[in-house]
């Protein structure tokens, strides 16, 4: 099978595309013929080498995180999808024709490709971070990173739970977080006076997508580090703050991912599309940090 592989850390350019090994659906697991898949910030950290000591690979490794495509192979163990199914969720380097899913759902009928191809992780670690605040109906969250790939999910996914959303991003972005349902403000100093300005009432949970050291100044803006999580911040726990991974309780959490894209209350949001063949391109695009929704690769 065609497949991007890298055969040491680097920048994008480590990426080529070549000819690769069938991988095969272990027990629990599916295997697809890949239409399309994404690039998160994990993939392009894990390709740099940065996470090298929590995330090792073994080299040739293939990149990509989540995938859509058909089901081709059924692992044991594994009920409820058949061959031919249409499916997205997270994948074991989905940069490739094919690729087994550890965790998956079937797409909705009003998705695309491309937003299905979009959705997995960013799904997955949204819901994760959302579940670790609690009940949130009728309370007010703010987000941290909203205009991003889990961050724009996880405003729309907020919502759709009855929350309030406010959500941090560049101002270039504030009108794309207005159309998601939330009220956007510019992140960086001076966030706590903003949040009170649009918030008065203050502020009940966040969520922290950016890790961009203000994890702080969350706990002190809604006065409980159990009620603020991040997705991004490694150093979270010394302040009280849980750490959240898309891989926590994945499987229903893609489920209810689509059960809410069906019922029209999560649409994945695409930036920009890349061919398969010019995912080192797609790489760069993401790791220099202003994408709008997600970046999405075509098979």
Same mark, same amino acid.
């Given at each position: 099978?065609?497949?991007?592989?890298?055969?040491?850390?680097?920048?994008? %350019?480590?990426?080529?595309? $070549?000819?690769?090994? $069938?991988?095969?659906?272990?027990?629990? %697991?599916?295997?697809?013929?890949?239409?399309?898949?994404?690039?998160?910030?994990?993939?392009?950290?894990?390709? =740099?080498?940065?996470?090298?000591?929590?995330?090792?690979?073994?080299?040739?490794?293939?990149?990509?995180?989540?995938?859509? !495509?058909?089901?081709? $192979?059924?692992?044991? #163990?594994?009920? #409820?999808?058949?061959?031919?199914?249409?499916?997205?969720?997270?994948?074991? !380097?989905?940069?490739? $024709?094919?690729?087994?899913?550890?965790?998956?759902?079937?797409?909705?009928?009003?998705?695309?490709?491309?937003?299905?191809?979009?959705? !997995?992780?960013?799904?997955?670690?949204?819901?994760?971070?959302?579940?670790?605040?609690?009940?949130?109906?009728?309370?007010?969250?703010?987000?941290?990173?909203?205009?991003? !790939?889990?961050?724009?999910?996880?405003?729309?996914?907020?919502? =759709?739970?009855?929350?309030?959303?406010?959500?941090?991003?560049?101002?270039?972005?504030?009108?794309?977080?207005?159309?998601?349902?939330?009220?956007?403000?510019?992140?960086?100093?001076?966030?706590?006076?903003?949040?009170?300005?649009?918030?008065?009432? #203050?502020? +009940?949970?966040?969520? +922290?997508?950016?890790?961009?050291?203000?994890?702080?100044?969350?706990?002190?803006?809604?006065?409980?580090?159990?009620?603020?999580?991040?997705?991004?911040?490694? #150093?979270?726990?010394?302040?009280?703050?849980?750490?959240?991974?898309?891989?926590?309780?994945?499987?229903?959490?893609?489920?209810? =991912?689509?059960?809410?894209?069906?019922?029209?209350?999560?649409?994945?949001?695409?930036?920009?599309?890349?061919?398969?063949?010019?995912?080192?391109?797609?790489?760069?695009?993401?790791?220099?940090?202003?994408?709008?929704?997600?970046?999405?690769?075509?098979?």
């Amino acid at each position: 099978m065609r497949a991007i592989r890298f055969h040491q850390y680097g920048d994008p %350019q480590v990426l080529t595309l $070549e000819d690769a090994p $069938e991988p095969h659906a272990g027990p629990g %697991q599916v295997r697809i013929r890949v239409q399309a898949t994404s690039v998160n910030p994990v993939d392009w950290k894990i390709r =740099a080498g940065y996470l090298h000591e929590m995330m090792p690979v073994s080299f040739p490794a293939i990149p990509g995180s989540d995938a859509t !495509g058909i089901v081709d $192979e059924v692992g044991d #163990g594994v009920s #409820g999808v058949e061959i031919g199914d249409a499916v997205f969720g997270l994948a074991q !380097g989905g940069a490739a $024709e094919l690729a087994v899913l550890t965790a998956w759902a079937r797409v909705p009928s009003g998705w695309t490709t491309e937003q299905a191809g979009a959705a !997995g992780l960013a799904a997955a670690t949204a819901l994760a971070g959302l579940d670790a605040l609690g009940d949130i109906a009728g309370r007010t969250v703010l987000i941290e990173g909203a205009a991003g !790939g889990v961050g724009s999910a996880a405003v729309e996914l907020a919502t =759709a739970r009855g929350a309030t959303v406010i959500g941090t991003a560049s101002e270039r972005n504030h009108e794309f977080l207005r159309t998601l349902g939330a009220t956007p403000l510019t992140y960086g100093e001076g966030l706590a006076e903003r949040v009170a300005a649009v918030a008065p009432g #203050g502020v +009940d949970a966040a969520l +922290d997508l950016a890790g961009s050291g203000s994890l702080a100044d969350l706990v002190d803006i809604v006065g409980d580090p159990a009620r603020v999580a991040s997705a991004a911040d490694f #150093g979270a726990p010394s302040l009280g703050v849980a750490v959240v991974a898309g891989t926590a309780n994945a499987s229903a959490n893609l489920a209810a =991912a689509a059960e809410l894209g069906a019922a029209g209350q999560y649409t994945p949001r695409v930036q920009a599309t890349y061919p398969l063949e010019r995912l080192a391109e797609a790489h760069a695009d993401v790791q220099g940090g202003h994408t709008r929704g997600k970046v999405v690769v075509t098979v």
